[in-house]
Structure formats: structure tokens, C-alpha cells
């Protein structure tokens, strides 16, 4: 059986008609975009300006306000970080949430040793946030507000518009690291009252290595302060030869996702659909973790109980899925994501994120059930618990000793 990938939220592949937009930039079309007095670097600007085009068409923004960075952590950091040491004098409070992605947590709790006061909003047991908590949160000092458009591991979309509407109404920022999102939900920076918002090329069938942050130049100017300095490139925010190769494959995924992003939702609602379905008809204690309708069209995010995580993913060789989110899975901690909704640390540890995309195919997705049915049945059949609990017994009463 050939390797099933079923993990495009960690990263996907390269659409080929991206790569092939690609290819001649890495040979005749060599030019640095900063060199402007010659057709090498003129040939590589308005490949990159044509790119830029592309990016903000996707999100609803204006060229000038995409800023190219190496990738979203980047892009987190820059909005994070610029914006903290530019409108300091402001205030120094900032709002965020415990199940952002670590890009955003870890430079918040940098800031949090420099003097800033962070407050990061709990959810509940779907992911989604209290809006009336954040608005509550909210002081004069408060400067920034940074929620993910969706969730990575468990899909739960926020409501951008109404936290886009709010901070408006208090004057205050908003960033959105859009990383998940973008391409496969729409998102519009002016509808949605959003004043920076973070994307990755690799999360959309873009190479590698190139994100942007897009950045409001207009009600209002948003100012960043740079965490690069060099050669003043990216008006300045972001200094560093640009990524002609990757900026040029990142304008063509975002010019493929905004003609087929509609349908290809349609699609992958009714694929990740037959999953669950197939997988809950044949096993008990399955529970779903995120949001049951307002998640992410390929996100599914099962927990299986009685089954460990780990031994579930490895006797699933051949599928590749991830528990927990891609960046941290190198820890055998149960995800702070699903520990944040409430879930138990058992069933956290046994949970499962499949995440379905553009070559994903029916046949796959059948073989993912008949696979990870016989897996956890296998399983299972070793444990003791699920023999207890299938006879009602509340596992969770039970006195152990030890001997």
C-alpha cells in the first residue's frame, strides 16, 4: 500500500503549476528584485510585484500593504514585536488566546518579560472564544489583539469580523495569523476590520521558506517597528534579499486558491464528511474535538479513546496523520490545544488530526478508514479499560493501588 498523506495542515505539497511558474526563476531569470539598473532585476521586480498583486487579491488588500517575510513564524513575530516596541508609549497591554500557535505565544510571552502585560483569553470546550470576555479585556493600555483566524490542529474558525468590528470600536489593533485559513476559507482584511494579518506559502500548495504579513496603510496606518535591519527592503519592515522563486510560487498558489477555493471546500467538507462518518459507524468512543460546523473544510480532529496516540499512528504506518500540531510533536506532552477545550489528558493523548487537501481522493480516504478501524480495534482488543468501560463501568471512579 502506497503512502496516504493525510497531514496537509502541517504542510502540502507543491501544485505542480506552481512549480512549473516557478522553475525559470532559479535560471534565466536569476536578477536580484533591488537591482534597478539592469533587465535581470528588472525582470525579477515585476515578477515579485505581479506576486504581490496575487497575495493581496486572495485577502481583499492593497499590494503596497504585503510585506514578503520567510514564513509565518516570521510574519507572527514582525506584527508581535513591531508592534509592541512602535506604540509603546501607548500603552503596553496586549490580548491573545491559549490555543494560538506557538508563533504567537512564544513572542507574547517574551514580551511578557520586557514589561508587557499579556493576557491570553481561555475558550471553550469547541475552541470557540467568549466575545464578551475579550471585550471585558480590553483597557486603555491595550494596544494589540492577536487571534488566529483558525485553529491548526482542531479547525475552529474565530469570528473575524465581529473581533475586527470590536477593536475598532476601542481603537486598538488587530492581527490575525491567517496561516490555516488563507486559501481555503474567505477572508477580506476590510470587511473583516483586520489590521495585520500573517500567511504561509507552504500551507497552500506554495514552497517552503516565504510567508508575507499584510499590513494596513490606511484607517488606520499601522507602523512597525523591523526585527531585521539591513537594506531597507519591504518599506522598510523587512530588510533581506527577496525570495524571487518563492515569492513568485506563493502569488500563483494564491491566484489558484481565489478561482478554485469555493469549490475545492465543497469537496473537502464532503470527503472529511465521509471520514468521520466512516469511522464512527464502525467504532465506539469516538469524540470530536473543535467545533462540530464551523471548522476548517479539511480538518478533522478525532480522539479515540482507550487507545494510546502514539501506538495508534504507528500501527497506522502507511497514513501519515499527526496528534498534537506539527511543531511541538516531537514531545510526548498531550497538545495544550486540546488540554485548553477541557479535554482529559487520557483522551488528548489519544487523539488524531487528519487533515484532508487538494489530492486527497475517496479511494484514500477509504482506505484511512479501513486502516484505522483495524488499528484501534487491534488496540483495544489489548486493553483492559475498553473491556470495562463497553460494560458501563466509569472508568474514571476507579481506586488504583499500587504494589
Not at 530588510?239 to 498558489?253: D, H, K, R, W, Y
Request: aromatic share 6%; glycine share 8%; hydrophobic share 40%.
Amino acid at each position: 500500500m502506497k503512502p496516504i498523506y493525510l497531514d496537509y495542515s502541517a504542510t502540502t505539497p507543491v501544485d505542480p503549476r506552481v512549480l512549473s511558474k516557478m522553475l525559470p526563476y532559479f535560471g534565466e531569470l536569476f536578477g536580484n528584485a533591488a537591482s534597478k539598473n539592469h533587465s535581470f532585476g528588472w525582470a525579477a521586480e515585476q515578477a515579485v510585484d505581479e506576486a504581490r498583486e496575487a497575495v493581496a487579491a486572495l485577502i481583499g488588500a492593497q499590494a503596497k500593504e504585503i510585506v514578503f517575510t520567510s514564513g509565518a513564524t516570521e510574519s507572527d513575530n514582525l506584527a508581535l514585536l513591531g508592534v509592541a516596541e512602535m506604540y509603546a508609549e501607548k500603552g503596553k497591554h496586549i490580548i491573545t488566546c491559549v490555543t494560538e500557535h506557538k508563533a504567537i505565544l512564544d513572542p507574547a510571552h517574551y514580551l511578557a518579560t520586557k514589561g508587557f502585560e499579556v493576557t491570553f483569553l481561555p475558550v471553550d470546550k469547541t475552541g470557540s472564544l467568549d466575545l464578551q470576555a475579550l471585550e471585558a479585556a480590553i483597557t486603555p493600555q491595550t494596544i494589540l489583539i492577536s487571534l488566529m483566524a483558525a485553529n491548526n490542529e482542531i479547525g475552529t474558525i474565530h469570528p473575524l469580523k465581529e473581533i475586527g468590528a470590536m477593536a475598532k470600536k476601542h481603537d486598538v489593533l488587530f492581527h490575525t495569523d491567517a496561516t490555516q485559513a488563507t486559501g481555503k476559507i474567505p477572508l477580506d482584511v476590510e470587511a473583516m476590520g483586520i489590521d495585520l494579518m500573517s500567511l504561509s506559502a507552504h500551507k497552500m500548495y506554495g514552497p517552503k521558506g516565504v510567508g508575507a504579513l499584510y499590513v494596513r496603510r490606511r484607517k488606520p496606518r499601522v507602523r512597525l517597528a523591523p526585527i531585521l535591519h539591513g537594506g531597507g527592503h519591504e518599506r522598510g519592515m523587512r530588510s533581506g534579499t527577496l525570495n524571487v522563486p518563492g515569492i513568485v510560487g506563493f502569488g500563483e498558489a494564491c491566484r489558484i486558491a481565489q478561482l478554485e477555493m469555493a469549490e475545492e471546500a465543497e469537496r473537502l467538507i464532503s470527503l472529511r464528511d465521509r471520514l468521520q462518518k466512516g469511522l464512527e459507524s464502525q467504532l465506539d468512543f469516538v469524540f470530536l474535538n473543535g467545533h462540530p460546523q464551523n471548522r476548517l473544510p479539511g480538518n478533522l480532529n478525532l480522539s479515540f479513546a482507550y487507545v494510546e496516540g502514539e501506538s495508534l499512528m504507528m500501527g497506522m504506518e502507511n497514513i501519515a496523520v499527526s496528534s498534537g500540531s506539527a511543531c511541538t510533536s516531537a514531545s510526548l506532552e498531550p497538545s495544550y490545544v486540546l488540554r485548553a477545550l477541557g479535554v482529559s489528558e487520557d483522551l488528548a493523548h489519544c487523539s488524531i488530526r487528519f487533515s484532508l487537501g487538494r489530492f486527497t481522493t475517496e479511494e484514500e480516504i477509504d482506505l484511512a478508514i479501513q486502516k484505522t478501524v483495524e488499528t484501534v480495534r487491534r488496540l483495544r482488543e489489548m486493553s483492559p479499560l475498553y473491556d470495562m468501560a463497553k460494560e458501563g463501568i466509569d472508568i474514571s471512579s476507579i481506586k488504583w493501588t499500587s504494589h
